[in-house]
């Protein structure tokens, strides 16, 4: 399948912020709280893998892409290569992300461009991750002092990237501000019913982040790709 | 894996229409929302079911194996309790 340019743009978009976020749920691996959540997390991610494989193909040799580009060349949210922290921390990664994909996805599905198919597979796997991080913010919120401590903090610090997910994205054929308008009511409806505030501070303009679609990311995420990448470099081709 | 205080959860799972929901396995869990949010990711991740029960593992009353003899010892030698002594009459299809 041939993609146009613009389209291309948006798969590598859709697609990086899909690897990045699988990379970093998969990280948990091995040191999730409970083996429950360790096994929910690491199906996130395989969710997520998955539609990587799909969106990044359409632009290239998915290998490739994932494995041998540089930092720069990149173009995921700067919100999904934010470090797991604790895990209130991955929850307010995985609410903020997944309330805008599931939003994005549905509408991507209900119409008629290139990403339609993908969208209609995907938004029943977004559904249930959105539905995972909305159940924990409501019980971290509402649980002991700490949790809630926690969750605050969380929401807060990852509150200034959240602006970045409603730029347009060339050959992305979706309302970006309705979906603002969309993912705004619903991280509210949320964050109300856990008890909790919504953060303050700008999302966008003033000292918020946000340059990862242009290829600008933040200092964790040359860490992370030295690590998904060594193997795949240190051994060219290698199969098992 | 630290250790938590959440309850145990025994998982059931229907493979299809018209079959028996089947005990799976168990999990940890806070509460049943999570319960049954953790089965399907630990029970039906490679398309085993179309149905969930989570049960608390304390709301089952088993057996005890002290009681295996009075429980099921008496049910061998009874082979009369067996349909087994039947003659089938000739043109009788599908038994």
Not at chain 1, 235 to 240: E, R
Not at chain 2, 7 to 15: A, D, I, N, Q, T
Not at chain 2, 54 to 77: G, M, N, Q
Request: charge should be negative.
């Amino acid at each position: 399948m041939t993609a146009t340019v613009p389209a291309t743009t948006a798969a590598l978009a859709l697609g990086d912020d899909a690897l990045v976020l699988s990379h970093r749920l998969a990280e948990w691996a091995g040191h999730a709280p409970v083996l429950e959540e360790e096994v929910a997390l690491a199906n996130i991610a395989l969710d997520l893998l998955g539609q990587a494989r799909v969106l990044l193909s359409l632009c290239g040799d998915e290998d490739e892409l994932a494995y041998l580009r540089e930092e720069r060349a990149f173009r995921n949210l700067q919100l999904a290569e934010q470090p797991n922290g604790d895990f209130a921390h991955t929850i307010a990664r995985q609410l903020y992300f997944s309330t805008y994909q599931h939003l994005l996805y549905a509408e991507l599905a209900a119409g008629e461009g290139p990403f339609a198919p993908l969208a209609g597979k995907a938004v029943k796997e977004t559904a249930y991750h959105r539905d995972h991080a909305e159940q924990w913010t409501l019980r971290l919120g509402d649980g002991t002092e700490e949790s809630r401590e926690r969750m605050l903090t969380a929401l807060t610090a990852l509150w200034r990237y959240t602006g970045e997910m409603f730029q347009p994205v060339a050959g992305l054929d979706a309302d970006m501000a309705l979906l603002e308008t969309r993912w705004l009511e619903s991280v509210t409806a949320v964050l109300t019913r856990a008890g909790l505030p919504l953060p303050e501070g700008p999302r966008t303009g003033a000292w918020s982040a946000g340059a990862g679609r242009q290829g600008l990311h933040t200092e964790s995420f040359g860490r992370m790709l030295a690590e998904m990448q060594h193997l795949h470099r240190s051994h060219p081709g290698a199969t098992w | 894996m630290t250790t938590t205080d959440w309850p145990l959860w025994e998982v059931f799972v229907r493979s299809r229409r018209g079959l028996s929901h089947t005990h799976a396995g168990s999990l940890h869990a806070p509460d049943a929302e999570m319960a049954l949010r953790n089965a399907r990711d630990l029970y039906t991740r490679r398309g085993e079911g179309i149905s969930l029960w989570v049960v608390p593992a304390t709301a089952i009353t088993a057996s005890s194996p002290d009681e295996k003899d009075p429980f099921f010892e008496p049910a061998a030698d009874k082979p009369y309790r067996h349909p087994t002594f039947y003659e089938i009459p000739e043109g009788v299809q599908h038994l």
